[in-house]
């Protein structure tokens, strides 16, 4: 999932996923010794001055974005050392630049400087202190913080018994098994890798917190709110308004999957004290998406409703093209050879996952991407090294280098990641155009829902057009069945798409203390998510590192706001390509209408506030629920009656002790 906001310039660990995905964007250097006064040009006007920097970030980025991929894709000391420091010398700037701007403040400029002066401010994640001695520890942590997150493998048994497994592969136990202790070891297992990030966490908020202050925010969190052309309370009271109004949906499918849970391993098992869904049985390493779960929460069976399997008819692609290798060997291939057979086959579906999410672009008249995505792109996970296989899109050079990274599996979840992905990298092509300073989304929700607009409108008559269902019966199961299937990849994200901001600003707050952050997430996801670990999660624990955001400092509120906004765009996109039914069954693939008012929005980038952007589209300035509700009303219907009589909801203790019984939560 991935999810990913294509800040053109965040610090070592921004990264613009989501679901499943997110945008590495590293940004322009200087040298680090230059001072503001000697950078800034003698009679300079603010015009003067923001082309200026636009130049210096033009010229600068391809060498840093270099830097950061280095380091995604090639885990090692030497790639970790030029990532940290080609971002010590960018936040080094960064402060020349934001210094230099101080120069200007209440002198008459055009409306386009202002705001690309007040965007300045946003260009990192990760802000940087003054001082460079403790700028140079930031990087350092920073950098080495994501590394541990890339690097992390769990490892059972000792010596040639030894068994260690990556998060790809702890994954698939939680996506495939459903023996519960193998599952709960799986989860455990990968939690585990976080431990030692805790006090390294610990003084990179400390640091990021002085950073924010040099630059006159109260704290890293503020800065954060302050980039939604809004001030910062009200970002955060918008997202309590937009959260109130899915709420009650949300709180009908955790009712219903807490009832199937009780009946495949019992209600001891099924559900922790206080009516709260066990953390490890979710079917995701976090429980934002509960798409794997599929066989235990489809509504209706496949001779009443049709087959949605899309992960089975990629593997059997996959299988296909694997069988067919084996084919052109005489003889049984040896070892080596089948390493290569099952290489090429996987390299193979990949591409061809990716061929199909670029034909959906295509189809509404936007470009191919160019030969060189093709060539650089990672597509699966190498054989040779660690990488960071967490899903993400990168501009290279704003210049049309793009390319995506990921350690693609023919299954489901990656399949919808590669159109999501693929979002980002059309926002870029759309907006390079645009002074530097403006390449980035109207706001980071923008970036995030872009793609995943594109994944509303894969309906199950889209995904039998290209073969991966079959044909899907018209009856009133089939729409369940299809309605479910999408949220539990949608509504089941909403609530963790907030609470994991809502720790971080009580991390860099002060309401949160260093030896209580276990404890704090754990309460936190009690209370939005209604999840809970299955056994104590006390302090010797450092379970927030485990979700790739955290040590990768990617502010994640964008995500939330992304599950809104996709709905919106997707009814405008709708409404564009002149279609007139129920919400839920329009896909506008190949209605060049609809394509070329999301490629006129695309092309703003944040050249205008949001909300005129938004306006364009949606003909609204508001963020709004309504449409997500328009979207799943025959399933929220649907989820009431199968409730009924249920005692939904959980309860929320307000403190759980870290060392007694699992974390309770309320709503």
């Known amino acids: 999932m991935n999810h990913r906001q294509a800040l053109l310039a965040l610090a070592v660990a921004a990264c613009l996923l989501p679901l499943a995905a997110c945008k590495k964007s590293p940004s322009p250097a200087t040298d680090a010794g230059t001072s503001p006064a000697q950078a800034a040009q003698e009679g300079e006007t603010a015009d003067q001055f923001i082309a200026r920097v636009n130049d210096e970030y033009r010229k600068s980025y391809p060498e840093l974005s270099a830097a950061q991929w280095l380091s995604n894709t090639y885990i090692n000391d030497d790639s970790q050392l030029l990532a940290s420091k080609s971002n010590e010398r960018w936040l080094s700037q960064l402060n020349s630049w934001i210094e230099q701007a101080k120069r200007f403040e209440g002198q008459k400029m055009s409306p386009e400087t202002a705001r690309a002066i007040q965007l300045l401010k946003q260009q990192t994640s990760m802000p940087p202190p003054r001082d460079p001695a403790k700028l140079e520890e930031l990087t350092k942590i920073a950098t080495k913080l994501e590394g541990m997150y890339g690097a992390g493998t769990y490892c059972k048994g000792e010596g040639g018994e030894k068994n260690c497994r990556q998060i790809g592969d702890l994954e698939e136990v939680l996506r495939k098994s459903r023996d519960y202790d193998e599952q709960l070891d799986a989860w455990q297992g990968w939690h585990s890798i976080a431990a030692p990030m805790r006090k390294d966490y610990v003084r990179f908020a400390e640091l990021a917190n002085e950073g924010a202050r040099d630059m006159g925010y109260a704290d890293a969190g503020e800065m954060w709110r302050s980039g939604y052309d809004m001030a910062p309370a009200e970002i955060a009271a918008e997202t309590d308004r937009l959260w109130s109004q899915v709420k009650p949906l949300y709180e009908q499918l955790h009712c219903y999957a807490r009832t199937k849970l009780d009946a495949k391993y019992g209600k001891d098992k099924g559900e922790v004290a206080g009516g709260l869904l066990p953390a490890h049985l979710m079917?995701?390493?976090?429980?934002?998406?509960?798409?794997?779960?599929?066989?235990?929460?489809?509504?209706?069976?496949?001779?009443?409703?049709?087959?949605?399997?899309?992960?089975?008819?990629?593997?059997?692609?996959?299988?296909?093209?694997?069988?067919?290798?084996?084919?052109?060997?005489?003889?049984?291939?040896?070892?080596?050879?089948?390493?290569?057979?099952?290489?090429?086959?996987?390299?193979?579906?990949?591409?061809?996952?990716?061929?199909?999410?670029?034909?959906?672009?295509?189809?509404?008249?936007?470009?191919?991407?160019?030969?060189?995505?093709?060539?650089?792109?990672?597509?699966?996970?190498?054989?040779?090294?660690?990488?960071?296989?967490?899903?993400?899109?990168?501009?290279?050079?704003?210049?049309?280098?793009?390319?995506?990274?990921?350690?693609?599996?023919?299954?489901?979840?990656?399949?919808?990641?590669?159109?999501?992905?693929l979002g980002h990298v059309y926002y870029y092509l759309a907006y390079n155009k645009l002074p530097p300073l403006f390449q980035t989304g109207a706001n980071d929700g923008f970036h995030e829902a872009i793609g995943d607009t594109i994944v509303l409108s894969m309906t199950p008559k889209y995904l039998n057009s290209i073969g991966l269902v079959g044909v899907q019966q018209q009856s009133q199961e089939a729409l369940i069945n299809s309605q479910m299937r999408m949220a539990l990849a949608k509504v089941a994200f909403l609530p963790f798409g907030l609470m994991i901001d809502r720790w971080?600003?009580?991390v860099f707050d002060g309401s949160i203390k260093p030896d209580q952050y276990n404890k704090a997430w754990w309460d936190l996801k009690a209370k939005y998510q209604g999840v809970a670990p299955a056994t104590a999660r006390g302090e010797e624990f450092f379970d927030p590192g485990a979700k790739y955001h955290v040590p990768g400092n990617t502010p994640y509120t964008r995500y939330f706001l992304s599950h809104v906004l996709q709905f919106q765009f997707y009814k405008a996109l709708c409404d564009a390509s002149g279609y007139k039914g129920p919400l839920y069954e329009c896909s506008f693939y190949g209605n060049k209408a609809a394509g070329e008012k999301f490629w006129a929005m695309l092309g703003k980038g944040a050249g205008q506030p949001w909300q005129k952007t938004l306006q364009e589209l949606s003909g609204s300035q508001k963020m709004d629920a309504a449409p997500m509700l328009e979207y799943f009303a025959p399933l929220q219907t649907w989820l009431k009656q199968q409730n009924e009589g249920q005692q939904c909801g959980w309860r929320a203790p307000s403190t759980v002790a870290a060392e007694n019984k699992p974390a309770g939560g309320g709503n």
């Open 283 to 421: 079917g995701n390493l976090w429980q934002q998406d509960w798409g794997n779960l599929w066989d235990l929460l489809a509504p209706y069976g496949e001779a009443q409703a049709g087959s949605l399997d899309i992960t089975g008819a990629l593997q059997n692609q996959y299988l296909e093209d694997y069988r067919e290798r084996q084919r052109q060997f005489p003889n049984e291939p040896e070892p080596e050879e089948q390493v290569e057979l099952e290489h090429g086959a996987q390299l193979d579906i990949a591409k061809q996952m990716t061929e199909r999410a670029q034909d959906f672009y295509v189809s509404l008249g936007m470009p191919k991407l160019p030969e060189s995505y093709w060539q650089k792109t990672q597509f699966i996970k190498p054989r040779d090294r660690d990488v960071v296989c967490h899903a993400s899109a990168w501009d290279m050079n704003m210049a049309g280098d793009v390319r995506t990274k990921m350690c693609t599996k023919p299954n489901e979840e990656d399949f919808t990641t590669i159109y999501h992905e």
């Open 504 to 506: 971080r600003w009580g």
